[in-house]
C-alpha cells in the first residue's frame, strides 16, 4: 500500500527520466562513474528522523523503504518483462547493501544519514570493540533476507529471480556500468527504430525542418552524451582492472570493458562496442542525416 508515500518520505518516481549523473561530487574520489537516473531517486525515507540509535526502529525504516521502493519501481516500469523487473529491482537491492556497509559511492545526505543511524545503533548494542565496517557489514548479513523477502514481494514469480544474494557482492561501480549499458543498447535501439517513421519525409529532395533535420540533430547530440559517457567510464573500469581490483572477479579478469559489456548485459549482447556504434547518424540512415546537413 503507497497511500502513505509522502508521509514516509518517498515521492512516485517521474516518467521523465533523468540523465546519468558522470559529473558529481563523487567524481572527485571515484573520476568515471556514471549515477544511474535509478539511484538518483532510491526511496530512502526520512531518515533524518532515526536518531535514537533503537536497532528496532531502524529495521523497521529500512524494510520500510525496502517495500516502497519495490512497489514504486514496478510501478514505473509496469511496461517491463518480469526478467527486467528482476534486475531493476536488484540493482536497488544492492544500492541499499552498499549504503548499510558503507561502500556506497555516492554518500549522499541521505544515504549519509543511514549510516549515520546504523552507528547509532551500533553504540546502543555497545558492539564498539569491532571497527564500525565489520558491524555494519554483519548487520545487513543479518538482515539482507528480509530485505529481499519484502522487495522481491512485487514479482509475480519471485523464483525467478534467484541472484540477488551474489549480484549485490558485486562492486558497485561494475553494477551501474552493466546498467549504463542496459539502458544505453536498449534506448539506441528505439531511436533507431524511430527514424523509421521518418524515411518518407527524409527522401523528399528538401529535408522538412519538423521532422528529418530535427531527428538526425537530436539523435547527434544524445549519442555524443552516450560516448562521452561510455569513454569515461572504459577509462575507470581499465584502471580498476590494472591495478587489480577485480583480480576476485571472473567474470572480469582479463577482459577489457567491451567484452564486459557484451557479456554481461542482454541488451548489448548483438552490439559490438567499436567507433561505429558511436557515429552521430545510425548507420543506416546515414546518407539521410548527410543529406540534411547540407
Not at 19 to 32: A, E, L, R
Not at 70 to 92: F, G, H, P, T, V
Not at 107 to 120: F, Q, R, T
Request: proline residues 2%; charged residues 40%.
Amino acid at each position: 500500500n503507497v497511500n502513505d508515500l509522502r508521509g514516509f518520505g518517498c515521492n512516485y518516481k517521474s516518467n521523465n527520466e533523468k540523465s546519468w549523473n558522470c559529473t558529481g561530487t563523487f567524481t572527485n574520489k571515484f573520476p568515471g562513474t556514471c549515477e544511474p537516473p535509478r539511484r538518483q531517486t532510491l526511496c530512502l525515507g526520512r531518515t533524518y528522523l532515526l536518531h535514537r540509535g533503537h536497532e528496532e526502529d531502524y529495521k523497521e525504516h529500512l524494510l520500510g523503504a525496502s517495500i516502497y521502493e519495490a512497489q514504486l519501481l514496478k510501478y514505473k516500469y509496469k511496461e517491463k518483462d518480469e526478467n527486467a523487473l528482476c534486475s531493476i529491482i536488484q540493482n536497488s537491492y544492492a544500492d541499499l547493501a552498499d549504503i548499510i556497509k558503507g561502500s556506497d559511492i555516492i554518500k549522499d545526505y541521505y544515504g549519509k544519514k543511514m549510516e549515520e543511524n546504523l552507528n547509532k545503533v551500533n553504540k546502543d548494542k555497545k558492539r564498539n570493540e569491532e571497527s564500525l565496517k565489520i558491524f555494519r557489514e554483519k548487520w545487513w548479513d543479518e538482515n539482507r533476507e528480509n530485505v529481499w523477502k519484502v522487495m522481491s514481494a512485487v514479482l509475480k514469480n519471485k523464483e525467478t529471480c534467484k541472484d540477488y544474494d551474489k549480484f549485490q557482492k558485486i562492486p558497485q561501480f561494475l553494477r551501474w556500468f552493466k546498467e549504463w549499458g542496459d539502458d544505453f543498447c536498449e534506448k539506441r535501439k528505439e531511436k533507431i527504430y524511430s527514424f523509421e517513421s521518418f524515411k518518407v519525409e527524409c527522401k523528399k529532395k528538401d529535408c522538412d525542418e519538423n521532422t528529418c533535420k530535427n531527428k538526425c540533430s537530436e539523435y547527434k547530440k544524445w549519442i555524443d552524451l552516450k560516448k562521452s559517457e561510455y569513454e569515461k567510464q572504459v577509462d575507470k573500469y581499465t584502471k580498476d582492472k590494472n591495478k587489480k581490483m577485480y583480480d576476485n572477479i571472473d567474470e572480469v579478469k582479463n577482459k577489457e570493458a567491451n567484452v564486459y559489456l557484451k557479456e554481461k548485459s542482454k541488451e548489448c549482447k548483438d552490439v559490438n562496442f567499436d567507433d561505429k556504434i558511436f557515429n552521430e547518424s545510425p548507420n543506416e540512415y546515414e546518407d539521410m542525416c548527410k543529406k540534411c546537413d547540407e
